[in-house]
């Protein structure tokens, strides 16, 4: 059933690139963990034991807060579709922000998207794969245009904003360094 590996191999990352959602997972060393699912086209392997995803603005900014804090995070795909597996990406995970020397090399892997948050690079200690046959079949219909809108709309002092009441802090109350180190 599981197994583990020592990197993302190719057959891993073919599985990667087919599957339209993904969730992330961390915690701090006191408080509540986040499992969070992420869309739209965001994520690339950038080679066998690194990976990253452009974040996107959204309601909290936990990742960032917990990752400031101790580094540990868990990416982890299922498919949905007729051949079953579930892959967990477990390591060091590192926030990379516009400001930051590292920026422009990870963000020329991504489209420009309205909302562009920070960058999350995962450098994977360990590769695990299960069955995945209690996951039921779903059929993806399209992404939500909904996040995309939202902040289009808001536009860039809009989410600045948005980032100033919502996105500074944990709800535990941890730093996330967003606008300052």
């Excluded at 992330?24 to 995803?53: E, H, M, W």
């Excluded at 452009?54 to 299922?78: K, P, Q, V, W, Y």
């Excluded at 995945?132 to 808001?154: C, M």
């Amino acid at each position: 059933m599981a197994k583990f590996y020592n990197e993302i191999n190719p057959s891993l990352q073919n599985f990667i690139q087919e599957q339209k959602i993904f969730f992330t997972a961390t915690a701090p060393t006191q408080g509540r963990i986040n499992l969070s699912p992420k869309g739209i086209d965001t994520f690339r392997c950038i080679d066998s034991k690194t990976v990253a995803y452009l974040d996107l603005t959204g309601s909290g900014n936990e990742t960032s807060a917990h990752l400031e804090e101790n580094g540990r995070m868990t990416i982890m795909f299922c498919s949905f579709s007729e051949q079953p597996l579930i892959l967990r990406l477990y390591g060091q995970g590192q926030v990379i922000r516009p400001r930051e020397p590292q920026w422009q090399e990870y963000y020329s892997l991504f489209a420009s998207l309205p909302g562009e948050r920070q960058i999350i690079v995962l450098e994977v200690e360990s590769v695990q794969t299960s069955c995945g046959f209690g996951v039921p079949l779903y059929e993806f219909q399209s992404e939500r245009e909904t996040l995309i809108k939202w902040a289009s709309n808001k536009g860039k002092e809009g989410i600045n904003a948005y980032w100033q009441g919502k996105n500074l802090q944990s709800i535990d109350g941890l730093p996330t360094k967003l606008l300052s180190d």
